[in-house]
């Protein structure tokens, strides 16, 4: 038996998520004793593959060929799927990505498996169940999963599970499953990125603003203040319907659910619809002048004040620090 764990990566570098991921799943494989095969696809080079043995796997499967180049939802599941079978996993698990919240409920309905998608914690033993503590209603509540099939498919959300070092190293073997044409039957032709700054639902910090900045053109100290800190931007629903910001950067229960260490909430209210996108992060700071704003009830740590007074003084603190 094995814990199969996929792991993504952008232009041959494996993600944070990735590295996630193969932690998780070597602390799964050792509460059932199994040993961990991470899958890549995609052109990823040896010393990336090596490293995923530091963090836990045994054996990598590389899968590289120019068809895979680029995520194909259908066919990165048939592989997975393949993987799977051919290594007598029992437990599946994945980053609860973007790509990764297609692949899983794909994987699982092939496999007949359960499926526990955004795991926030280790899961728990109950027989030959396992239990998974999972973000549910957009991150107002906790759900406990039973998974109660053979196979179990686990999508852990990304800045969940820290990663970890393991005194593993991995054999990288070169895997070639058959793919039907089928699959293919949606190519992505090309990804062209909408910016090249650090991707909103995998940052570890994110500095995000509302309409209490007035006006697009008061951006520049939030992006200096994401700059210092090596953070995401991001913004409310109103800021970007008002073209204030790209929608990219939209946050909330009808725009990107972000889990980060520390996400700075900056002239933003708190409403509900903005909560939910953002109860997840570990550390939450706001910045608002009005002390009766109803974010300050979800925040650790609070400064009531102008945001035009205080976000300056904050970027002379920390370049100073
Ligand atoms: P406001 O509510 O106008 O708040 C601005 C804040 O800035 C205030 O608290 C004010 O005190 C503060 N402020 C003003 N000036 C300053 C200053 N100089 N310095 C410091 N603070 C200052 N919203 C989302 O964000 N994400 C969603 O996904 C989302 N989905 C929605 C879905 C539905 C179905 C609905 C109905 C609404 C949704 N909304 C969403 C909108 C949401 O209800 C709020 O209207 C929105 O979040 C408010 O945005 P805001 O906090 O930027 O603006």
């Given at each position: 038996m094995s814990i199969l764990v996929y792991v993504e990566n952008t232009d041959g570098q494996f993600k944070k998520s990735a590295f996630e991921a193969v932690s998780y799943a070597k602390a799964v494989a050792d509460q059932s004793g199994n040993q961990v095969v991470a899958l890549s696809i995609g052109n990823v080079e040896d010393a990336q593959l090596t490293l995923l043995g530091k963090y836990g796997a045994s054996k990598v499967l590389n899968v590289n060929t120019e068809q895979l180049k680029s995520f194909v939802n259908q066919a990165y599941a048939a592989i997975i799927v393949d993987a799977a079978k051919s290594n007598d996993a029992s437990v599946l698990i994945l980053s609860n990505s973007f790509s990764g919240k297609g692949l899983a409920p794909r994987v699982a309905a092939k496999l007949n498996a359960a499926l526990a998608d955004g795991a926030i914690e280790l899961p728990s033993a109950t027989g030959e169940n396992l239990q998974v503590k999972t973000g549910a209603f957009s991150g107002k509540a906790f759900a406990f999963v039973e998974l109660t099939s053979t196979i179990k498919v686990i999508a852990l959300n990304p800045n969940s599970f820290e990663v970890k070092e393991a005194e593993t190293s991995a054999t990288i073997e070169n895997y070639s499953p058959s793919i039907d044409a089928e699959d293919f039957s949606t190519i992505v032709k090309d990804i062209i990125r909408a910016t090249d700054k650090i991707s909103l639902p995998e940052a570890d910090i994110v500095v995000s603003a509302g309409r209490g900045l007035k006006g697009p053109e008061n951006w520049g100290m939030i992006e200096e203040l994401a700059d210092v800190l090596g953070a995401a931007t991001a913004c409310s629903k109103p800021v970007s319907d008002a073209g204030w910001r790209p929608h990219s950067e939209h946050v909330g229960q009808t725009g990107i659910a972000v889990s980060p260490n520390l996400y700075i909430a900056i002239g933003?209210?708190?409403?509900i619809q903005h909560l939910a996108g953002v109860s997840a992060s570990k550390t939450i700071v706001v910045i608002n002048k009005?002390?009766?704003?109803?974010f300050f009830k979800v925040a650790d740590y609070g400064i009531v004040g102008d945001a035009f007074d205080v976000i300056p003084k904050l970027i002379v603190a920390l370049k100073a620090y």
């Open positions: 933003i209210s708190g409403a009005d002390p009766e704003a109803p």
